[in-house]
Nanobody, 119 residues
Framework: QVQLVESGGGLVQAGGSLRLSCSAS????????MGWYRQSRGNQRELVAR???????NYADSVKGRFTISRDNAKNAVYLQMNSLKPEDTAVYYCNVVYIVDSTVYNTWGQGTQVTVSS
């Protein structure tokens, strides 16, 4: 069973930066997609940024130009550099990985890490 371990959340003032990390451990044949989603209180979970199966990066319009997603394939890890943070970025951020084992596709989520941006 694959587990995702997230780190890097916290409290930061508006305009500040944080870097989230997520690493996947376990039996993985290949990773199809990986990225970050977030959920703020009272709202649905939404895409922040992710790498598609083709390797391209997609971003939510609200974070373009401020957030950067990167990955380390050797470590099965994905990162999210968040700059110029705004109070509206406050949410629980979840890592998501779609991976393949023995031709079966699995979709798994991290436990979530809280990001709080104060004004």
């Amino acid at each position: 069973q694959v587990q995702l371990v997230e780190s890097g959340g916290g409290l930061v003032q508006a305009g500040g930066s944080l870097r989230l990390s997520c690493s996947a451990s376990g039996r993985i044949s290949s990773i199809n997609a990986m990225g970050w989603y977030r959920q703020s209180r009272g709202n649905q979970r939404e895409l922040v940024a992710r790498f598609t199966s083709g390797g391209s990066a997609n971003y939510a319009d609200s974070v373009k130009g401020r957030f950067t997603i990167s990955r380390d394939n050797a470590k099965n890890a994905v990162y999210l550099q968040m700059n110029s943070l705004k109070p509206e970025d406050t949410a629980v951020y979840y890592c998501n990985v779609v991976y393949i084992v023995d031709s079966t596709v699995y979709n798994t989520w991290g436990q979530g890490t809280q990001v709080t941006v104060s004004s």
